[in-house]
């Protein structure tokens, strides 16, 4: 530990750790076990990796889910004199081959990469040649099925350590309940009475505070008053890309110059953005949830959530920016009526035509395995064919995986490699083992290089594609040539078969499209959270720390700040939404739209959740009907339109009538916030979903 010391204070200027810091770090250098981290946003969980790296003798594989975030941290890094970088797409081939050069050279300290680069087989290869002496897992709750963000490409981290011998793995997290922890903890070997490693997630400067709006025009005239008051930088938390630019465009003529932020802008734009906050005294950005990974900027005096945020994971991390010097901060949240149906919209987007799952299952279970006995599958081409969001179809995959133990995820591979030539071109010339000659004779010509279809030229030279592919690594890693892979196709081990017969197969899918619809509720009950947290009678930061598994983390269970704290009850908000759906609208979608198979379909394009069905028939955001029945509950909308599609023998009838007026843009205050009925549907969140990205 002495040297985790020197490190500490010559390489990052502190003279002493925080919190777990030190015990997470002995855990690591001393005991050499794996560990997991749990602690809050902007706790210094960084710091309990980059430490450990520069005293082991091996490289340090970070992975972090976001580009920017990586970016950051790997700037960060470079000015003290580390040696770190990270891998991704936007790299010229130039800076790729520098930074694989370094790392299979041993000089490398640390190394970001995102899940995905998991997949690439060029990169798996030059990883069993380097030492991992620690690799950390960031976001680590993305592993959880059960969490609120997982995401299958995760699953890939823990065979990928078990599989290249990783010394040590160090999950990290601000954000998981303790299923998710559990999770966690059981995926990567973690003993979960030494190994996990938590620190309260209670800051008493916070003060939470939570008002109704009833319209958008009421919200921001109580957000006036707020930014005029304010005495350090804001962040103004949004749902969609759109909110930010109406917020700010709002707010201008008030004497404020608010900044924008969303992953619809320009990467430059954005580091600008995010250069000039950081530099503000009185800064206000507006902002969606893609705004603060990696943003340490300690005097942010007031997080403002305009729009709910689906999910108490998603408000704790975002509160956790603000006051990071412990000097006071106010978070506010607004809970509005006219938020939910977009939040619905998120969670109601994936779930998919049962018999859509059915046909894809079918694919799945008789496609005949390669001669490594996997099978191997364009993921992209078939949520096209089955109209199964991407997303929602790797999570279908995950659950044979995880669930009936079918298959197994292994390394997928790129169909096509683009080669360009980079020293030494004449070895690859002058190679003329069986496979370089085979590649010789099919390759294509392609401006600067060269391109080949491995998949096809297998088939034809009735070779292994591996082998093909290994050979194009060998040249990569020997420095001759850079390489573009395109065309992922993902793979799979058979574990056990899969059901051949049509019972069989739609006994399964039965299964799947059950814990799809599962997930679903899920998804819709994590905003029930949020409402149920914003409006109980119990103090704020103490029912937040409940939630997370922390029961005493607030003292006495009051922190005298919050809304409750201060008025003695809990605000008064009651979801609605309406239950009779207008038939005139009904009937246009239906004049619309002449598919008659599937109900749901109908009631996404009323709804305004896209689906590559519907992108493809032209009947989603460019179409004027899109949305155009978005504050119905969404299962009255199933409901009506399975009705319609039941007349119709479930069959596509010719459309009748052709909606032509051009779609025109609506603002957020054009939508209805009036209800007729309680809300039957739970409030809802998760996914993408309708009227504009919301990241």
């Not at 734009?269 to 969606?288: H, L, N, P």
């Not at 089955?386 to 197994?408: F, G, M, P, T, W």
């Not at 085979?438 to 600067?448: A, L, M, N, P, R």
């Not at 051949?500 to 819709?524: C, F, S, W």
């Amino acid at each position: 530990m002495d040297k985790a010391h020197d490190v500490l204070k010559n390489t990052f200027g502190f003279t002493s750790f925080r919190l777990a810091q030190e015990a997470v770090i002995h855990r690591l250098l001393v005991d050499n076990e794996n560990a997991l981290v749990l602690f809050p946003t902007g706790g210094g969980k960084s710091l309990t990796y980059q430490v450990p790296a520069l005293c082991l003798d091996g490289l340090t594989l970070v992975i972090s889910p976001l580009i920017a975030l990586m970016k950051d941290q790997v700037d960060a890094l470079v000015r003290r004199g580390v040696k770190a970088a990270n891998m991704d797409s936007t790299l010229t081939a130039d800076r790729m081959s520098w930074v694989r050069n370094e790392v299979l050279s041993g000089a490398m300290k640390i190394l970001y990469v995102a899940p995905e680069r998991l997949n690439n087989e060029n990169f798996v290869a030059m990883m069993r040649r380097v030492k991992i002496s620690l690799m950390a897992v960031d976001e680590s709750h993305c592993i959880s099925q059960w969490g609120a963000s997982f995401r299958p490409e995760y699953l890939k981290i823990a065979r990928f350590a078990e599989e290249l011998d990783v010394e040590r793995v160090l999950c990290l997290t601000a954000t998981a309940t303790k299923t998710v922890a559990d999770d966690i903890c059981e995926n990567f070997f973690i003993n979960p009475a030494e190994g996990v490693f938590k620190t309260p997630a209670y800051r008493s400067n916070l003060a939470f505070r939570v008002e109704v709006a009833n319209t958008i025009d009421e919200k921001l005239k109580r957000l006036i008053p707020l930014l005029q008051a304010r005495t350090g930088p804001v962040i103004i938390y949004v749902t969609l890309q759109r909110h930010a630019e109406e917020v700010a465009k709002y707010l201008r003529p008030h004497n404020m110059d608010p900044l924008v932020y969303h992953a619809g802008l320009p990467s430059e734009q954005r580091e600008k953005v995010q250069v000039d906050f950081m530099e503000s005294a009185k800064g206000i950005v507006c902002a969606t949830i893609a705004f603060g990974m990696g943003i340490d900027k300690a005097d942010i005096r007031q997080v403002i959530h305009l729009f709910m945020p689906k999910t108490l994971e998603n408000y704790s991390q975002e509160v956790g920016r603000a006051g990071r010097d412990d000097l006071p901060s106010v978070c506010t949240m607004f809970l509005s009526n006219a938020d939910i149906p977009i939040l619905e919209g998120f969670a109601r987007g994936d779930t998919c035509n049962k018999k859509d799952i059915q046909l894809w299952l079918q694919e799945v279970a008789l496609r005949e395995p390669a001669s490594d006995g996997t099978l191997d599958f364009n993921l992209y081409q078939q949520a096209k064919t089955y109209d199964i969001r991407s997303n929602v179809l790797n999570l279908c995959y995950a659950q044979l995986e995880l669930d009936y133990k079918h298959i197994r995820a292994v390394t997928p591979f790129y169909s096509i490699f683009d080669m360009t030539p980079v020293r030494d071109w004449t070895k690859v010339m002058a190679d003329n083992t069986p496979m370089a000659k085979i590649i010789k004779q099919y390759w294509t010509s392609k401006s600067g290089g060269y391109s080949i279809d491995v998949v096809t030229t297998a088939k034809h030279a009735k070779v292994e594609r591996s082998e093909l592919a290994k050979k194009i690594s060998d040249w990569e890693l020997g420095g001759y040539i850079n390489t573009k892979a395109s065309q992922v196709r993902a793979r799979y081990a058979v574990l056990t078969p899969l059901p051949k017969t049509t019972e069989g197969i739609q006994q399964l899918a039965d299964l799947l499209y059950d814990r799809m619809l599962a997930r679903e509720d899920e998804a819709v009950q994590k905003l029930g959270q949020v409402i149920k947290f914003a409006t109980g009678d119990d103090c704020l930061p103490n029912a937040l720390a409940e939630y997370f598994g922390d029961e005493d983390g607030v003292p006495g269970g009051m922190c005298g700040q919050c809304t409750f704290c201060l008025a003695g009850s809990g605000v008064e908000f009651s979801p609605t939404a309406e239950s009779k759906p207008d038939p005139k609208k009904i009937k246009d979608i239906l004049d619309a739209c002449p598919e008659r198979d599937d109900p749901r379909l109908l009631a996404r394009m009323a709804f305004g959740i896209t689906s590559p069905r519907l992108t493809y028939g032209k009947w989603s955001s460019t179409h004027p009907l899109f949305g155009s029945m978005d504050t119905v509950d969404f299962n009255v909308l199933v409901e009506a339109f399975d009705k319609e599609c039941k007349k119709a023998g479930y069959q596509s009838v010719a459309v009748t009538q052709t909606v032509t007026p051009a779609a025109k843009k609506r603002t957020y205050s054009s939508y209805s916030s009036s209800s007729t009925s309680n809300y039957r549907g739970k409030p809802g969140g998760g996914g993408r979903g309708k009227r504009g990205r919301y990241y």
